[in-house]
């Protein structure tokens, strides 16, 4: 549990991005607030809509009792209103993540600066985000259809469901994200898997609170920017990538020890008490007139 509440926590770091680069995370609010109002609106003319066709779909419960025939269609409705709102979140994020590439180049390009002191020279392109976001809605899909059929088990499937969707999406969402901070370092799509499933717990804490973010309203419209700020850094916390500190342009951190020395002579562990090299001489005092200038006279 110390790890997925660790990649959790690399979401709450993403936020941190709003005081280094405040105007770049701006702009990704953009695309997410345009992507947003389009599947709201679709969400709710779904739910809308869901009431009769739910009774279209169960006919033959007609001659149920209205207790039984109430619980089957709620089960459903709440089953199939959940695996569409996972649907529109995992399509939210890969629609946004597309047309808004170049929004969020410029975040993550920002946070590595910020984070690392260097930024990958690769590019990730408009096409190949758009290829990540087709499968990614396809894989979405999928994991909409397991929740959608465990939602159906009788008395917990409303709960189970739950669970298994934000598990599964949440677990998308995490390698969706991290695919650009891993992809400009060379990593293909089998070596991005591979990390995630060596760092799973992480992988699926910054997932998992990503994606119950999404869940709240406007929640993935404000959060977006953060998502793609804390997966670069959980993409450099899995790869071992040292933070740039304070000494990194060569000043000495605050609080970085000094190694310890003998004698009473300048520390050649500290140069700043070495005398600089090109210092004038102090002068030696003049012989004494009353002292003898040839000793051997």
Known sequence: MKDFFAGAGMLAHGLGQWRRTPGAMALGLIPGAVVGLV????LVAWGLALPGLVDDWTPFAEDWSPTWAGVLRTAIGIASFGAAALVAIVSFTAVT???????????????ERSAIGTVPDADYGFWRAAGDSARLV????????????????????GALGFVTGVSLTGWLLA???TSRAL?????DRRARRAL????RARALG????????????????????AAVAGSTLWAHAA?????????????????????ATRGTGPSESDPASAPAPNAPRTAQPAPSATEPTDRAR
């Open 239 to 259: 790869l071992g990538l040292t933070p740039r500190t304070a000494g990194s342009n060569g000043a000495r951190p605050a609080d970085a020890p000094r190694l």
């Open 206 to 225: 910054f997932g998992v609170a990503t994606q119950l973010c999404f869940l709240v309203p406007l929640g993935a419209v404000a959060v977006m920017p």
């Open 183 to 187: 992809s400009a370092r060379g990593l």
């Open 175 to 177: 390698d969706e994200l």
């Open 97 to 111: 993540l597309a047309i808004g590439e170049p929004v969020y180049d410029r975040i993550w390009r920002a946070t």
């Open 196 to 199: 995630l499933r060596a760092n």
């Open 138 to 157: 396809l894989r979405g899909v999928l994991a909409a259809a397991v929740a959608w059929a465990v939602g159906l088990v009788p008395l917990v499937g």
């Open 39 to 42: 599947f709201g609106a679709a």
